[in-house]
């Protein structure tokens, strides 16, 4: 029960009532799909569930972030194309145990394939050259299985970094002859993610259809957390309950960090959730979150007028920076992911940790204890 920490699936998992059924729909009729949200509203958490929990569908996961160049994405996906195929560790018995490798591609449906591959791998092929193969490879082994294949890049709004803004072009010209893969996009960073996919100059307008994640819905969440409070015999103000819920404006993750201290109170300490206990429980985890917003503030105060515009923000106080500093400064920003357009002129913090913090004074910005400046 609000659950935190790593992916949310199975029964932990609070359904999306407006996301799910759109992303599966979409699944359904191999349409590629770009899903963008800030860090920590529950991408993942919705991949995890469709794919592993209910298990529908064939498919690679690849987090972008968790490889250091173009040529470890491609040696990734190639790993994890061969597993689809019961061949494991591709790569390693491509330089360790070729004999045994032989053996095993002569199993599968596509051995001249295989063949390719470790004439391409053995040979240390330019990177670019790997990574289309890989993503061609993917493709075969869907065709020789009759299956289409989902394939998920996380944080793809961070491939430039693997290579170049070239990158891009590659990927939209092999992608599009790919007729057996059924590409997933997910990407924290809102406005970069916005400009691959949305824009018209870019070479991945129109080939996704985009999902804006928002928070989770009020509502939905609120009757989750009673009836789960309800069968434990909590004593709750359902009016306060409500209203801390709305004020994490449906933040998946810090919602559930909220919630569960509120159980966990209730039920060790016997604790009634009332005004005090809601305060109590958002400070908590405000201060334990408090390494990862002073982290994002320093590089926030590396940059010139950027704490001061975000700071500026969360207080509403007027900027006095000239207007073309500001507008620069507020498209920094949001590339950097932490604040996010509402309408013209008018902008909101993404995370609403960061924005508590900002909104202390000066003394306690730089040491409160165990209790912060808050209004429910």
């Known amino acids: 029960m609000f659950h935190t920490g790593s992916p949310v699936k199975g029964k932990d ?11 599966k729909a979409y699944l ?55 597993e689809l195929v019961k061949i494991k560790n591709f790569i390693q018995q491509t330089k360790e145990s070729l004999f045994n490798l032989l053996q095993s591609i002569k199993t599968i449906s596509i051995p001249e394939v295989a063949e390719l591959s470790i004439d391409i791998v053995s040979k240390k092929t330019e990177p670019i050259e790997l990574f289309i193969h890989s993503l061609n490879l993917v493709d075969k082994i869907a065709e020789a299985k009759n299956i289409n294949i989902k394939v998920i890049f996380d944080e793809f709004q961070d491939i430039t970094n693997l290579y170049d803004k070239n990158i891009l072009e590659v990927l939209r010209s ?3 002859h790919h007729s057996n893969i059924t590409y997933i996009f997910l990407g924290s960073i809102e406005s970069i993610m916005t ?26 969440l609120y009757d989750y957390t009673s009836k789960e409070f309800s069968k434990k015999s909590i004593n709750y103000d359902k009016k306060m309950l409500y209203k801390t819920i709305e004020f994490l404006q449906g933040h998946p993750e810090y919602s559930a ?17 009332d005004k005090n206990s809601c305060l109590e429980a958002i400070s908590f985890r405000v201060i334990e979150n408090r390494a990862y917003l002073d982290e994002i503030i320093l590089k926030l105060k590396t940059k010139k007028h950027h704490f001061e515009v975000v700071y500026n923000i969360a207080n509403s106080i007027k900027s006095t920076l000239p207007s073309a500093t500001l507008y620069n400064t507020h498209i920094s920003l949001e590339d950097m992911g932490i604040i996010k357009k509402v309408q013209k002129g008018k902008y909101k913090i993404v995370d609403i940790f ?14 409160f204890n165990d209790k912060i400046k808050l209004e429910l």
């Not at 400009?195 to 939905?220: M, N, R, Y």
Request: proline residues 3%.
């Open 13 to 23: 998992f609070i359904d999306r009532k407006k996301h799910l059924p759109l992303f």
């Open 28 to 82: 359904d009729n191999n349409q590629h799909i770009m899903i963008k949200a800030p860090r920590r509203f529950g991408k993942t958490s919705l991949v995890k569930h469709i794919f592993d929990y209910e298990k529908e569908y064939e498919y690679i996961y690849i987090d972008i972030r968790l490889n250091y160049s173009l040529e470890t994405l491609a040696n990734h996906i190639i790993n994890k194309a061969y």
């Open 174 to 176: 092999v992608a599009q």
């Open 195 to 220: 400009k691959i996919f949305e824009s018209k100059i870019s070479p991945f307008f129109h080939f996704a259809s985009v999902i804006q994640l928002e928070g989770l819905d009020i509502d939905e």
């Open 257 to 273: 960090k909220v919630l569960q201290t509120l159980y966990i109170n209730a039920t060790i300490q016997n604790k009634p959730i």
């Open 354 to 367: 960061l924005e508590i913090l900002l909104k202390q004074n000066d003394d306690t910005m730089v040491a």
